[in-house]
């Protein structure tokens, strides 16, 4: 789509033309899916005043917002961004507003506060997986895309720490709802502002055949992603546990899972850094690898800020494994579905995360922390063989770039996104 900078490196990335002001605007959209979750729950629990209530608000809003995300992610594939992402903003705010009004006060109905949730969570724009397609349009170049990939993938995971941030201090001087609000605000400004950007793409049409190619190749991103989120999700309620255990105070616990997301940052930067000469299918495996025999090992920890340490040392593997899992989703999808390539494999990372938080609170008690350790590392290490022994799929011809073809397993002549969103599914 433009001409990229000979030297590939995060600045390079910034300084291709249009980057920065569009990637600006996509960020700011998405800081709403780091404040909705939270604004939500403590909306909800208000409201009702029932924590059962706004579980069962949660995990709806939750379940409808991930699970029909490819949905989404097709018809914006279908009918380009500029005409499918303002429908899905302006309507999800909408119910968004909806459902603050309805919080506003104590005393909500639960079956109209879960209604509203559920249509909001079915309607939220798929931000993430349509910058990353956008991203490999802005950048032809494989060597400086997977720095691009990375960096958004970095950019996203302080967005997820920042936003409930931003609602604790909302919730200090105003109700709870307004947070609900400020979501609404940033998801339909911020998706305004990122459709109107001179590069953004219309309409792709995909070929049956490249559809069915690209599915092939979809199953390692898709396996590694959903492993990562089983072991992830496990990863918090074994730290309390842990900490539970032996007796440390409980606020300990959140140093364990900074050190996790620091490490995913760190981990990321240096990944997007690096230029491998294996192929990305390969590293995939190898990060899933390193991620599960890290997690299995922790259970082992003599003390908690042992465990801190293994837990820094796991997530540097997150951001590089995603990383990778969304690069090959990319380069594996057919040319009018990559927008829904990359949305398999932000679903397959929620699902693992519902799944693996259930499975783990259902062990914890029942079996030794170790041997829980042991079985949520066993999720990644069974994803790895899972993509090494996945299907393949060619690389469609118009991701040959520079007269060298971008194989599906790796990249050409040169040398891969990112971690989070796991809690909400527009990511």
């Not at 980057?19 to 009702?48: D, H, I, M, P, Q």
């Not at 069915?212 to 396996?223: E, T, Y």
């Not at 730290?239 to 616990?253: I, Q």
């Not at 990305?280 to 003390?303: H, I, N, S």
Request: charge should be positive.
């Amino acid at each position: 789509m433009s001409t990229h900078p000979s030297r590939p490196s995060y600045a390079a990335v910034l300084r291709v033309p249009h980057a920065r002001r569009t990637f600006a605007a996509a960020l700011a959209a998405r800081l709403s899916y780091g404040t909705v979750s939270l604004a939500v729950l403590l909306s909800v629990t208000r409201a009702t005043g029932s924590y059962a209530v706004s579980g069962a608000v949660m995990s709806l809003f939750g379940a409808m917002t991930v699970f029909l995300m490819p949905l989404r992610a097709s018809l914006v594939d279908r009918h380009g961004p500029r005409r499918a992402l303002p429908v899905m903003a302006t309507v999800y705010g909408v119910l968004l507003c909806a459902l603050a009004a309805l919080t506003w006060r104590p005393g909500a109905p639960a079956a109209a506060v879960a209604g509203a949730a559920a249509l909001a969570g079915a309607c939220a724009p798929p931000l993430g997986p349509t910058m990353r397609a956008l991203w490999a349009d802005l950048v032809p170049d494989r060597a400086l895309l997977q720095r691009a990939y990375s960096l958004d993938g970095v950019a996203e995971e302080l967005l997820y720490v920042s936003g409930p941030v931003l609602v604790g201090a909302l919730v200090g001087f105003a109700p709870p709802a307004c947070g609900i609000l400020l979501s609404a605000l940033l998801i339909v400004g911020g998706t305004c502002a990122f459709v109107m950007s001179p590069v953004m793409p219309g309409p792709r049409a995909a070929a049956a055949k490249g559809r069915r190619a690209g599915a092939r190749g979809l199953l390692p991103p898709v396996a590694v992603a959903l492993g990562v989120g089983l072991a992830l999700s496990g990863v918090d309620l074994l730290a309390a546990a842990f900490a539970a255990e032996r007796s440390y105070d409980p606020a300990l616990v959140s140093w364990v899972l900074g050190a996790l997301s620091a490490g995913s940052a760190v981990g990321g930067l240096v990944n997007g850094a690096v230029a491998w000469r294996a192929p990305a299918r390969t590293r995939l495996c190898w990060f899933a690898v390193g991620l599960g025999a890290v997690v299995a090992a922790a259970g082992l920890a003599p003390g908690l800020w042992t465990l801190t340490g293994a837990m820094a040392l796991a997530g540097a593997f997150i951001a590089p494994a995603l990383t990778t899992a969304y690069l090959l989703a990319d380069e594996s999808a057919a040319e009018g579905s990559r927008t829904q390539a990359g949305a398999w494999v932000n679903t397959a990372v929620n699902a693992g995360s519902a799944g693996g938080a259930l499975v783990t609170g259902l062990l914890i008690g029942r079996l030794p922390l170790a041997v829980c350790f042991t079985a949520a590392g066993a999720t990644a290490l069974a994803a790895a063989v899972a993509a090494a022994l996945g299907g393949r799929s060619p690389v469609p011809a118009s991701r040959r770039s520079g007269g060298t073809t971008v194989a599906a397993g790796g990249e050409g002549a040169g040398a891969r996104t990112g971690a989070g969103e796991a809690a909400a599914g527009g990511r």
